[in-house]
């Protein structure tokens, strides 16, 4: 009997995997129903997050996305959308079928999309989902930055070049600690894996591009995260 997925769970089961394949993790649920997992991929950022299914009890799958940056799927305008894909996209059918252990994707491999497993039968870890899981993300990892043109559309997108540079200045105000004097969203404790001097840099680099009542926790946190994953990235 399968067990019901959650994201302690699915951790657990990636995670030496996702390790042993160069990423470094970093907790940040924001972006995705799991911590999300970061390579340098040149002088590009491959953020790989995952999502669980709200439909299937113990199905996940992940999403790779591109960028100068790691905000998680910033899309719109003059963003290439295929730097926010899954794994199945980046496979051909041949690959999908000799990879996938999901019933459905074996006997549609192009029209269903590629989810893996937790559990076996019998509750315990899917060691062949697994198997499978790390096998799709090996292959398809390199394929992003691969994508015919896919990085010069990167650097010529404006909405990402101003992404790059807003979480710059973040990094910078982080670093100086040239915050500014009224500070309200900030978290109650200081957190081990998000120190709160970015949350601080965050904030005061938003109140100066943004009116105070388009501010909010969730954004504060968003950006404190994508600066700290830039900037410890960088200094790996």
Same mark, same amino acid.
């Given at each position: 009997?399968?067990?019901?997925?959650?994201?302690?769970?699915?951790?657990?089961?990636?995670?030496?995997?996702?390790?042993?394949?160069?990423?470094?993790?970093?907790?940040?649920?924001?972006?995705? /129903?799991? &911590?999300? $997992?970061?390579?340098?991929?040149?002088?590009?950022?491959?953020? !790989?997050?995952?999502?669980?299914?709200? %439909?299937?009890?113990?199905?996940?799958?992940?999403?790779?996305?591109?960028?100068?940056?790691?905000?998680?799927?910033?899309?719109?305008?003059?963003?290439?959308?295929?730097?926010? *894909?899954?794994?199945?996209? *980046?496979?051909?059918?041949?690959?999908?079928?000799?990879?996938?252990?999901?019933?459905?994707?074996?006997?549609?491999?192009?029209?269903?999309?590629?989810?893996?497993?937790?559990?076996?039968?019998?509750?315990?870890?899917?060691?062949a989902s697994l198997a499978s899981f790390t096998k799709a993300i090996r292959l398809t990892e390199g394929r992003m930055a691969r994508q015919p043109g896919i990085i010069e559309k990167?650097?010529?997108?404006?909405?990402?070049?101003?992404?790059? /540079?807003?979480?710059?200045?973040?990094?910078?105000?982080? *670093?100086?600690? &040239? %915050?500014?004097?009224?500070?309200? %969203?900030?978290?109650?404790? /200081?957190?081990?894996?998000?120190?709160?001097?970015?949350?601080?840099?965050?904030?005061?680099? +938003?109140?100066?591009?943004?009116? +105070?009542?388009?501010?909010?926790?969730?954004?504060?946190?968003?950006?404190?995260?994508?600066? $700290?994953?830039?900037?410890?990235?960088?200094? !790996?």
């Amino acid at each position: 009997m399968n067990m019901k997925l959650n994201k302690s769970k699915l951790l657990k089961f990636v995670r030496k995997s996702m390790i042993e394949l160069g990423y470094v993790e970093f907790e940040h649920p924001e972006v995705s /129903d799991a &911590n999300v $997992f970061v390579k340098k991929e040149g002088e590009l950022f491959l953020t !790989l997050g995952f999502t669980i299914s709200r %439909f299937y009890d113990d199905a996940f799958t992940a999403n790779f996305y591109l960028a100068r940056t790691t905000t998680w799927a910033l899309g719109g305008l003059d963003v290439p959308s295929n730097n926010y *894909l899954r794994p199945g996209k *980046l496979m051909s059918e041949k690959e999908r079928l000799e990879i996938t252990v999901d019933p459905n994707c074996k006997k549609n491999p192009l029209d269903t999309d590629m989810w893996w497993n937790a559990f076996d039968a019998e509750g315990n870890y899917d060691m062949a989902s697994l198997a499978s899981f790390t096998k799709a993300i090996r292959l398809t990892e390199g394929r992003m930055a691969r994508q015919p043109g896919i990085i010069e559309k990167i650097y010529a997108s404006t909405r990402l070049e101003e992404c790059y /540079d807003f979480i710059n200045r973040v990094i910078d105000v982080a *670093l100086t600690e &040239n %915050f500014c004097k009224y500070q309200e %969203f900030l978290p109650k404790a /200081d957190k081990k894996t998000l120190p709160l001097k970015w949350f601080k840099a965050a904030e005061t680099v +938003i109140r100066s591009e943004y009116p +105070i009542k388009s501010i909010n926790n969730h954004s504060v946190k968003a950006v404190a995260g994508d600066a $700290f994953r830039v900037y410890t990235m960088r200094n !790996l």
